[in-house]
């Protein structure tokens, strides 16, 4: 039997703000990722109430609010597991080895997606205030059996 396609909506470094846009692109989705600077306790409840998500906290997320959110997470998409946390460069695992289909991280607002000895690294890029002339961006995601494909998702200006 053919695996069921997952929908993954990977949003970042929002800095307490949800924007209407992120919202639309994150209907729909069977999981949300937000892989840190949170900026607001209400932008996760927000999130939660489209989709079951996970989140980390970022080098911002210093509140006690902030306090329940883990700085790294496997989250699992069906039979695909992705490691998850705000700074790449704390990256302290070898994802390939630990059998990871996806890096999921964020903090230099630089969306990107890239393929590394089988493992995709995402960074959806910032979804928060426009900062450093760079786009307001998000990922989504598709999932099915232990694949992933990714795209970045421009938010308007």
């Excluded at 695996?3 to 069977?30: C, K, N, Y």
């Excluded at 509140?63 to 790449?88: D, F, K, N, S």
Aim: glycine fraction near 10%; aromatic fraction near 6%; hydrophobic fraction near 50%.
């Amino acid at each position: 039997m053919a695996s069921r396609e997952i929908q993954v909506g990977i949003i970042s470094d929002t800095h307490g703000l949800l924007r209407p846009e992120a919202i639309a692109r994150l209907r729909g989705a069977d999981l949300i990722i937000h892989a840190g600077d949170i900026g607001a306790p209400g932008i996760i409840d927000a999130l939660g109430a489209l989709a079951p998500t996970f989140a980390v906290r970022g080098n911002i997320d210093v509140w006690a609010w902030a306090a329940r959110y883990p700085l790294t997470a496997c989250v699992e998409a069906g039979e695909a597991r992705l490691w998850v946390l705000h700074e790449i460069a704390a990256l302290d695992l070898d994802p390939a080895a630990a059998g990871f289909a996806a890096v999921v991280y964020g903090h230099s607002h630089k969306p990107s997606i890239e393929t590394r000895a089988g493992v995709v690294y995402i960074n959806p890029g910032s979804a928060g205030p426009r900062r450093f002339s760079l786009p307001a961006t998000m990922a989504r995601a598709r999932v099915r059996g232990p694949h992933l494909e990714a795209q970045i998702v421009h938010l308007g200006a």
